[in-house]
C-alpha cells in the first residue's frame, strides 16, 4: 500500500517568522538556535536543522477535534522554513533515526490502534496500520519527548 508522510503547512507559522523575542512569548513561542544534528527537527520541511540556524519551539495542536484524543504539544519549526515536506513512499530521515510512537485513527478521529518502534521499522508498521479500513490516517510521535513528528496517509 501506497503512503504519503506530510510536513506541517507553513503557512500555519509564518506569521511568527521574524517576530521579536517579546512577540513570540506572547504566542508562548520560543526562538532556539540548533546546536547540534540531529536535534531539532522541523516539523514543515521533515529535516533535522542545520547547527547554528534558527527554530520556533511552539505548542502545536495536532488533533484539534472535538474528541476524547484531541491534542497539542511542542514542535520545532525552522524559521523561514519553505514549503511542506511530503513523502511518498518513503520514510524522512529525521523520522527513520529515532524511536517514533505510531497511532491510528479513523475518520471520526478515534484512535484504533498504536505501537512503538524503531524509525528504520516505520514502513511495515504504516503498511499494518493503513490496511485496516477502518483506519484513515496515521500520527508519528517522537516516542521519547512526545512531540508531533508528522502525519501520514494513504497516497
Not at 134 to 139: E, G, I
Amino acid at each position: 500500500m501506497s503512503y504519503r508522510i506530510s510536513g506541517l503547512p507553513r503557512d500555519r507559522f509564518a506569521h511568527l517568522f521574524g517576530l521579536s523575542d517579546d512577540a513570540l512569548a506572547a504566542y508562548g513561542a520560543v526562538r532556539m538556535t540548533a546546536t547540534a544534528k540531529p536535534g531539532y527537527p522541523c516539523r514543515v520541511t521533515l529535516e533535522a536543522a542545520e547547527p547554528g540556524e534558527n527554530l520556533l519551539l511552539l505548542n502545536y495542536e495536532h488533533l484539534p477535534e472535538e474528541t476524547p484524543y484531541r491534542s497539542r504539544h511542542a514542535i520545532f519549526v525552522r524559521e523561514g522554513a519553505g514549503d511542506a515536506a511530503e513523502f511518498t513512499g518513503a520514510v524522512p530521515e529525521q523520522l527513520a533515526i529515532r524511536l517514533l510512537s505510531v497511532r491510528a485513527y479513523d475518520a471520526q478521529h478515534m484512535m484504533t490502534d498504536a505501537d512503538v518502534v524503531e524509525g528504520a521499522e516505520l514502513e511495515p508498521l504504516i503498511a499494518r496500520f493503513l490496511a485496516d479500513p477502518a483506519v484513515d490516517y496515521l500520527h508519528v510521535h517522537n516516542a521519547r519527548r512526545g512531540c508531533f513528528a508528522a502525519r501520514v496517509d494513504r497516497a
